[in-house]
């Protein structure tokens, strides 16, 4: 596995842990939404959705798409899930603790 690879599984499982990602995730598999409706929908605070959105796309995990809203003529942005597979061993994440030279307890 190379660094690069690693450095993309560790940056997808650390925001993949964290909180709120999983319902935003899930709520955009059922169809593109802008941030403000996946906010409104999910009863998650705005900006927490506006910044796991941003981890999330950095992550490869999702995809923003720039359009305009008809009704209003603004520009939005839709999230959409990218089709994503992670595939880690246990032989795996010993490689990348032996290249971080992180002690193993």
Not at 38 to 49: A, D, G, K, L
Request: proline share 3%; no cysteine.
């Amino acid at each position: 596995m190379s660094l690069m690879s690693q450095k993309k599984i560790q940056e997808k499982l650390r925001v993949l842990g964290k909180k709120h990602t999983w319902r935003i995730l899930t709520h955009i598999q059922k169809g593109s939404k802008y941030i403000t409706q996946i906010s409104i929908e999910t009863n998650i605070p705005y900006t927490t959705v506006q910044h796991r959105v941003r981890e999330l796309e950095r992550a490869g995990l999702v995809r923003i798409v720039n359009q305009v809203d008809q009704e209003t003529g603004r520009a939005i942005k839709l999230v959409r899930v990218s089709n994503f597979r992670i595939n880690l061993t246990p032989v795996d994440i010993v490689r990348m603790v032996e290249k971080t030279n992180e002690p193993v307890a």
